[in-house]
């Protein structure tokens, strides 16, 4: 009896620890009805704007998101001091919970255009997938959800209606990009990945940002207080100022993306 139950406890610890969320709450044929994630054809578009074509004067778009977490001071203290424009894509769940760099923004409306990162930072794909382990909005419903509740949220906050809506994760399928079309937002894709989601080092961003050339669009993020990542975004944004680069936002010149996102 005691050998049995010995048994039993080395097959009980070598199974896999489930939370409650992930244990099955329904009987088989059921849970066989639930959509499965599949793979689905994704885009990161890009997105260039108009050239200053001044040589030594580059025009640069600066994007940030701010996804979820607080605010990184290194980088909005230094787009405030030395007066560098940014465009700031910002989520609902972010909003609530930054109230003060909100203040910020609003206080300095001459740099910062706010725009919509979405309701939940869900992707904005209208299919069920996973990109970088993340669920998909996956429904037209729910992609419109996602877009028009990051656009109220913003509202409520006191921000200006937004113009243009960027997902989480950048990536998108076609139908869903001629969902957010149709509810009349450009789509901001970028020419130059900053911080790599911010999990980047500090040096390899500051170089990465730096590199940035007359036309490009910059994603980074400012939403990573203890990342490295935003030490190195605030140090490339004091070497590109020094080289005579031309800051603007999105708002302010023309621009082009692919995949129809901005047509």
Known sequence: MNRILLASAFLFAALPVASADELPSAPPAVRALAPKTRE???????????????????????????????????????????????????????????????????????????????????????????????????????????????????????????????????????????????MGYRIAGYSVNGDGGSLLGAVITEKRIASAKDGDVVISHVNQPTHAAGEGVAKALVDLKMKGTEFVRLADVEDRGDDRTTE
């Open 40 to 182: 689905v054809k994704l885009v990161e578009p890009h997105l260039h704007i108009a050239r200053s074509n001044i040589a030594g004067h580059a025009r640069i778009a600066l994007t940030f998101d701010a996804c979820m977490g607080q605010a990184d001071e290194r980088i909005l203290s230094t787009l405030v001091r030395e007066r560098i424009p940014a465009t700031i894509f910002v989520t609902a769940r972010w909003l609530k919970h930054n109230p003060a760099a909100l203040a910020v923004f609003l206080q300095n409306p001459d740099l910062f255009e706010l725009e919509n990162h979405g309701e939940n930072h869900i992707p904005a794909v209208d299919t069920p997938t996973l990109i970088y382990g993340i669920a998909s909005a996956g429904s037209p419903q729910a992609v419109k959800q996602e877009v028009a509740g990051g656009a109220a949220a913003m509202t409520a906050a006191g921000i200006p209606a937004p113009h243009w809506f960027r997902g989480s994760t950048a990536k998108y399928d076609l139908s869903a990009i001629g969902e957010i079309r149709a």
